[in-house]
Structures are given as C-alpha cells and as structure tokens.
C-alpha cells in the first residue's frame, strides 16, 4: 500500500465522472476535492446531485453498472480499480463509513456486539475477550449507558438512535483516519438527533479523524462541519468555510438553499422562498444535457 507524504491531503479526488447503466446516465461529473487530516467537510445538495455517489465511490461501494474514471486516492492509496481484497484493508481501518438507515445496514441475525467485534477481529486479530471488552468500552464511548446489554442485542430490539449510535460504533472503533457520513440522522427525531450529533462531534474530536458529513439539513452540517461543499446535478458549484457559504452564498443555487432553510426571515403572509426564486435549475440542466 501506498505511503502518504508531509503535507499530503488524506483525500485526494480529481476529475471523478460516475455515470450508471447501458445509457450512461452522468451522476458525477468532474468532481475534485480535498480534506486534510481532522478536517470536517460538509456536503449538501438536493436528491439526486450526486452527494451518496460521491461517498460510495471514496469508499469503493459503487454497484457493477457504475462507470468509473478520474482518481480517487485515501491514505496515497488510488481507491478506483483496487481490488476487493486491497480495498478490504482501507474500510473500517483507514476509512469508515455510517449510513443513512441502521435497520438496513446492521444484520439482523446477529447481536450488535459481535457486528461491532467482526470489525476488531477483521483488522486487529483481537481476541474474543479483548473484543468484548472494547466493544463495550466503545459502546459507551458514544453514548449507551447500558452497553453490555446492547451488546447483547439484535437491532430489530433497538431504538433508532440506539441502533444509530451503533454503527457510530462500528465505523468508529478502529480509530479510522477518515469518517463519511451518509446522511446519519436524516431518520431520527430531532432530540434525538441532538444526542447523536454530540456524540459524533465528541468522537470525532477525540479520534482526530476527518469527516465528509453528507446531508441536507444545513443547521445539521453547521452544527458538525467547518467547511461545507454545495453540488448541484453532479457539480460543486460552492465551497468555502460554513460562516462564508452560508452566511454569504455567491451561487445563485446556494442562495435559494439558503433562503429556504431560513424560514424565520419569513413575515407571516408573505410566501415561503424556493430555490427556483433564486436560480433556475431547470434551464442550465437542460443546456447541459443537450
């Protein structure tokens, strides 16, 4: 495996074109970007703007009619052609990945002390016993009082955010140098999105790990990231620190973004912003697929 240089990003995407089917339908076009070692990027866009693609390609993830070019490199090592073998020793040790939905993710056959202990065993050789003990230490790292129980448990016997904090737990346990986040709360109540948020915030600080924070809430982004990325139709058409993004979009997309989550600048009557106020998607789509 590759070896990463002083000053070389732990990141590295460029030119990165996804594209699905017989038809090649684009999902991603031309996307090149960088995160360094502790860095919290945030990406946020509308469905279907690439963000879940973008993530599944840095993690090698993408189904067998995605059509791959450009370069793709965590840790100095080129994620796109690798095989599943070299690509086995970079997830879960290098980098990690929490998905949207846990219900889906975690096997329902088995409890979620030994999913999380599948992960050490794969990539530490520990042993049964030093296992256990530090699945239940990482279990209570982020945030389940009641680990040894959990540990015990299937995930169908879990709450949303138990189940949640458990896969936290599983992406999280090797000290992984780069944490993607695919949406990780979109499915919780906000209470207890507040909780999960803490303890992802904690976690990350105290592992020293870098973060691609994926989502659509940018309270949420806010909230986890410093720097926020905005795509649009497989682009990134804005990047920059959260306060400069949010606080002062130049993109005519990121301002109808912005204009939208704002709802408290709304006077009561007055019409609630759209997007399509602001920029209108629909045409420059049109003159780009033409």
């Known amino acids: 495996m590759a070896t990463m240089t002083a000053g070389q990003p732990l990141l590295q995407v460029q030119d990165l074109d996804v594209c699905f089917g017989r038809r090649r339908i684009p999902a991603v076009r031309g996307l090149s970007f960088e995160l360094g070692r502790g860095q919290r990027l945030g990406l946020i ?3 279907g703007s690439g963000k879940s693609v973008t993530s599944l390609a840095v993690m090698g993830l993408l189904p067998d009619n995605a059509h791959v070019s450009g370069s ?3 840790n100095a090592h080129e994620v796109i052609g690798s095989s599943d073998k070299e690509l086995s020793r970079l997830r879960g040790d290098v980098m990690s990945m929490v998905f949207q939905e846990p219900m889906t993710a975690l096997d329902p056959t088995m409890t979620c002390g030994r999913q999380v202990a599948e992960v050490l065993r794969l990539h530490q050789g520990a042993a049964p016993g030093a296992a256990r003990q530090a699945v239940v230490d990482m279990l209570e790292r982020v945030g389940l009082p009641t680990a040894s129980r959990i540990a015990d448990a299937y995930p169908h016997e879990l709450s949303g955010g138990q189940r949640q904090r458990v896969m936290m737990a599983m992406a999280l346990v090797n ?3 780069l944490v ?8 919780l109540d906000v209470t207890v999105q507040a909780r999960v948020l803490k303890v992802l915030d ?20 806010s909230q986890v990231c410093d720097e926020v990325m905005v795509m649009w139709h497989g682009r990134v058409v804005e990047r920059g620190s959260i306060a400069q993004v949010l606080g002062d979009p130049q993109h005519g997309y990121t301002k109808g973004l912005v204009a939208t989550a704002r ?4 006077e009561p009557g007055q019409r609630l912003p759209v997007v399509e106020d602001f920029w ?4 420059q789509r049109a003159e780009e697929d033409r």
Do not use: K, R
Request: hydrophobic content about 50%; glycine content about 6%; overall charge negative.
């Open 45 to 47: 866009g509308e469905s």
């Open 175 to 177: 000290a992984p140098d």
């Open 72 to 74: 793709v490199q965590v």
């Open 280 to 283: 209108d998607g629909a045409a």
């Open 202 to 221: 904690e976690q990350l600080d105290a592992a020293g790990a870098a973060c691609l924070f994926i989502s659509h809430d940018l309270a949420v982004v």
């Open 180 to 187: 993607i986040c695919d949406e990780p709360t979109t499915a």
């Open 263 to 266: 709802l408290d600048l709304v």
